[in-house]
């Protein structure tokens, strides 16, 4: 037995030598290689999920629990500690209380938790959460805390308002962060009086803010003209703006804010309420030299785009997302739009912005190859597809048989022949997106659709335009019937999965079920 018992202890001795062996690269790393790999994975997982509120303190938590080593050298990055959050005070001394509660008047708008991070962060920047409620009292107190303990160190500011009237009350905090201030997020959760709002927002565009780049405004009213004291967007690179329904939009906001931005680079904007925008002047378009990324969402009641009076001439990526379930009625002055905004944004040598990247989602696809005609450089094309609609589908069969065939170019200036014998000339022919590599389509197709995609590929891979990628989505098929070959197409997949797959005892193999079988 005993013998047995050092076998057995020398065999789980070694079975444990070799794990440490193979973690000991890991182990063997020094502390400020380990650091940085955790910064690394704490910035890439901020980056995936667009903020870093939805990230929190989760991953600096899960690697301090890998080992002692590891959460000493957690503690001690700095940069892995900086989200504080500062929340509603509970247990204010006022007269609703009750003064016979221990905890009456020992408010405190910064947990134990964000007070630890502001320790473990030392000098670094910090991502500073704030949602004011609408008590006076209690949004008072958050912004005494937070005016007293990090004001001069916040990188990135998250305010979410409840009332226009608390404006007022985080100018003075941002005012004090200008020195460090690098990203804004704004919400104003409910917009009352809109021209008192616009009066705060336009106080708050007068700051002096040298290092903001990103800036987000949700709901947040826009200043209706320009003015030259308007210096805090002058260096941002990325502004986002959402409009609710109760908030007014019209061209003229929109000019007015991107005057601000002349060194903006990405442009995001959704548009939910009635526009205002009837006529415009095309002969006052807005230049924006360094603008690379556009992506608008709005209403199918837009008679107009909101960037058509704009000027992008190093466009790289184009985004246009319209709320609509049916026909768009207007979508041919929306062609007309982007055709003048392309033309408008042509460089020095003639030639239209560079755009690499087209998505669109919503009712355009029987007009969108007038849109590709002007688009030589596209590289990238996203559509959304929803097959519910016959009218959608076939115009989506149509725009691939647009892509796979080439087109007669249209002369602006015909010439009519002025004999009768005179030989008839052939129309000029030319493929749309010549330089397209990646087809998606971002929403429900139905199988058969493979069919025409894979023909699609190879009509462009005979004409040495060959697509990298090709990706469409496939899920069930709407509709009280689906036809005959999806059905098999449907089967067939179902085939090759593992569910479908049955063991035979006695061959010792496996085999496809049949179809409708009780599988195994």
Same mark, same amino acid.
Request: hydrophobic letters at 40%; aromatic letters at 6%.
């Given at each position: 037995?005993?013998?047995?018992?050092?076998?057995?202890?020398?065999?789980?001795?070694?079975?444990?030598?070799?794990?440490?062996?193979?973690?000991?690269?890991?182990?063997?790393?020094?502390?400020?290689?380990?650091?940085?790999?955790?910064?690394?994975?704490?910035?890439?997982?901020?980056?995936?999920?667009?903020?870093?509120?939805?990230?929190?303190?989760?991953?600096?938590?899960?690697?301090?629990?890998?080992?002692?080593?590891?959460?000493?050298?957690?503690?001690?990055?700095?940069?892995?500690?900086?989200?504080?959050?500062?929340?509603?005070?509970?247990?204010?001394?006022?007269?609703?209380?009750?003064?016979?509660?221990?905890?009456?008047?020992?408010?405190?708008?910064?947990?134990?938790?964000?007070?630890?991070?502001?320790?473990?962060?030392?000098?670094?920047?910090?991502?500073?959460?704030?949602?004011?409620?609408?008590?006076?009292?209690?949004?008072?107190?958050?912004?005494?805390?937070?005016?007293?303990?990090?004001?001069?160190?916040?990188?990135?500011?998250?305010?979410?308002?409840?009332?226009?009237?608390?404006?007022?009350?985080?100018?003075?905090?941002?005012?004090?962060?200008?020195?460090?201030?690098?990203?804004?997020?704004?919400?104003?959760?409910?917009?009352?009086?809109?021209?008192?709002?616009?009066? $705060?927002? /336009?106080? =708050? %565009?007068?700051?002096? !803010?040298?290092?903001? @780049?990103?800036?987000? *405004?949700?709901?947040? +009213?826009?200043?209706?003209?320009?003015?030259?004291?308007?210096?805090?967007?002058?260096?941002?690179?990325?502004?986002?703006?959402?409009?609710?329904?109760?908030?007014?939009?019209?061209?003229?906001?929109?000019?007015?804010?991107?005057?601000?931005?002349?060194?903006?680079?990405?442009?995001?904007?959704?548009?939910?309420?009635?526009?205002?925008?009837?006529?415009?002047? $095309?002969? /006052?378009? =807005? %230049?924006?030299?360094? !603008?690379?990324?556009? @992506?608008?969402?709005? *209403?199918?009641?837009? +008679?107009?785009?909101?960037?058509?009076?704009?000027?992008?001439?190093?466009?790289?990526?184009?985004?246009?997302?319209?709320?609509?379930?049916?026909?768009?009625?207007?979508?041919?002055?929306?062609?007309?739009?982007?055709?003048?905004?392309?033309?408008?944004?042509?460089?020095?040598?003639?030639?239209?912005?560079?755009?690499?990247?087209?998505?669109?989602?919503?009712?355009?696809?029987?007009? =969108?190859?007038?849109?590709? !005609?002007?688009?030589?450089?596209?590289?990238? *094309?996203?559509?959304?597809?929803?097959?519910?609609?016959?009218?959608?589908?076939?115009?989506?069969?149509?725009?691939?048989?647009?892509?796979?065939?080439?087109?007669?170019?249209?002369?602006?200036?015909?010439?009519?022949?002025?004999?009768?014998?005179?030989?008839?000339?052939?129309?000029?022919?030319?493929?749309?997106?010549?330089?397209?590599?990646?087809?998606?389509?971002?929403?429900?197709?139905?199988?058969?659709?493979?069919?025409?995609?894979?023909?699609?590929?190879?009509?462009?891979?005979?004409?040495?335009?060959?697509?990298?990628?090709?990706?469409?989505?496939?899920?069930?098929?709407?509709?009280?019937?689906?036809?005959?070959?999806?059905?098999?197409?449907?089967?067939?997949?179902?085939?090759?999965?593992?569910?479908?797959?049955?063991?035979?005892?006695?061959?010792?193999?496996?085999?496809?079920?049949?179809?409708?079988?009780?599988?195994?």
């Amino acid at each position: 037995m005993h013998e047995l018992e050092e076998t057995l202890h020398q065999h789980f001795r070694e079975v444990a030598e070799k794990r440490n062996d193979a973690l000991a690269p890991v182990s063997r790393l020094p502390d400020d290689i380990l650091c940085q790999i955790f910064q690394e994975g704490h910035d890439s997982l901020q980056l995936e999920h667009h903020a870093f509120v939805a990230v929190g303190n989760e991953f600096s938590r899960l690697v301090s629990r890998i080992s002692h080593r590891w959460r000493a050298v957690a503690l001690d990055t700095s940069s892995l500690w900086t989200h504080i959050r500062f929340v509603n005070p509970k247990y204010l001394a006022d007269a609703d209380s009750d003064p016979i509660h221990p905890w009456y008047g020992s408010a405190n708008a910064l947990g134990r938790t964000y007070t630890g991070n502001l320790a473990r962060s030392k000098l670094a920047l910090l991502n500073v959460e704030m949602d004011l409620p609408e008590f006076p009292g209690a949004h008072s107190r958050m912004v005494q805390e937070y005016l007293r303990t990090c004001h001069n160190r916040v990188g990135e500011l998250v305010l979410t308002l409840q009332t226009p009237d608390l404006l007022s009350v985080v100018v003075p905090c941002i005012e004090r962060t200008a020195g460090t201030l690098r990203r804004l997020e704004l919400t104003l959760s409910h917009t009352v009086r809109d021209a008192e709002a616009q009066v $705060v927002a /336009e106080q =708050l %565009l007068v700051l002096n !803010l040298p290092h903001l @780049k990103d800036v987000e *405004l949700i709901g947040v +009213p826009l200043p209706a003209q320009h003015h030259s004291a308007c210096v805090g967007l002058q260096n941002c690179r990325r502004l986002r703006f959402w409009f609710n329904r109760s908030t007014r939009f019209s061209s003229n906001h929109l000019h007015a804010i991107l005057r601000c931005t002349p060194a903006l680079e990405d442009l995001d904007m959704m548009l939910l309420q009635q526009p205002n925008i009837t006529s415009l002047n $095309v002969n /006052e378009r =807005l %230049l924006l030299p360094e !603008l690379r990324r556009i @992506k608008c969402l709005c *209403l199918d009641t837009f +008679p107009h785009l909101p960037f058509v009076q704009l000027t992008a001439p190093k466009l790289d990526t184009l985004a246009l997302e319209v709320f609509s379930q049916f026909r768009i009625p207007t979508q041919q002055g929306w062609v007309g739009d982007i055709r003048g905004f392309l033309h408008a944004s042509k460089g020095v040598d003639g030639r239209p912005p560079p755009i690499r990247t087209l998505v669109v989602q919503g009712g355009m696809m029987d007009t =969108l190859d007038q849109i590709l !005609l002007h688009l030589p450089d596209l590289e990238t *094309l996203q559509l959304v597809f929803e097959c519910q609609w016959t009218g959608d589908e076939t115009n989506y069969r149509k725009l691939l048989g647009y892509l796979g065939t080439p087109q007669p170019v249209r002369d602006p200036h015909p010439v009519k022949a002025t004999r009768r014998d005179a030989p008839k000339l052939q129309p000029a022919t030319v493929w749309l997106c010549p330089k397209l590599q990646a087809f998606e389509s971002l929403a429900t197709a139905r199988p058969t659709h493979v069919h025409v995609l894979a023909a699609l590929a190879a009509q462009r891979r005979a004409a040495g335009l060959k697509l990298r990628g090709c990706e469409w989505a496939i899920g069930r098929a709407n509709g009280r019937s689906a036809h005959r070959e999806e059905r098999r197409c449907l089967r067939c997949r179902r085939s090759s999965t593992r569910s479908s797959w049955r063991w035979h005892g006695r061959l010792g193999a496996w085999s496809v079920a049949s179809i409708g079988g009780s599988g195994g």
